[in-house]
Nanobody, 126 residues
């Protein structure tokens, strides 16, 4: 049974930083592309970023480029989202997602990802 468990969310002031983690089990982690998405109340789910199975390719949503960084540790079966210069508009539930993909091109559509975590709340105060 595949499980993705996010952690690291919380309350932070604008301009601050947080690092989210997503620990995976029940899958061959190194064969999976990993993605981060977020959803704020009343809004559509939004692509934050994704990283290829090897970590060699990444992509980011326009609203987070230059502020957020995705990384992974295949030995620890964990993907990370480092979030810097946080803004109140970054407030959302952040979800980790996984899909089997051994290609070098990462994807940005939520429909491309088969497995999802339960989410972790990030709140940025002004």
């Amino acid at each position: 049974q595949v499980q993705l468990v996010e952690s690291g969310g919380g309350l932070v002031q604008a301009g601050g930083s947080l690092r989210l983690s997503c620990a995976a089990s029940g899958l061959t982690f190194s064969r999976y592309e990993m993605g981060w998405f977020r959803q704020a109340p009343g809004k559509e789910r939004e692509f934050v970023g994704a990283i290829s199975w090897s970590g060699g390719s990444t992509d980011y949503g326009d609203s987070v480029k230059g502020r957020f960084t995705i990384s992974r540790d295949n030995a620890k079966r964990t993907v990370y989202l480092q979030m810097n210069s946080l803004k109140p508009e970054d407030t959302a539930v952040y979800y980790c997602a996984a899909d089997l993909n051994l290609g070098v091109v990462v994807r940005a559509a939520s429909s491309d990802f088969h497995y999802w975590g339960q989410g972790t709340q990030v709140t940025v105060s002004s």
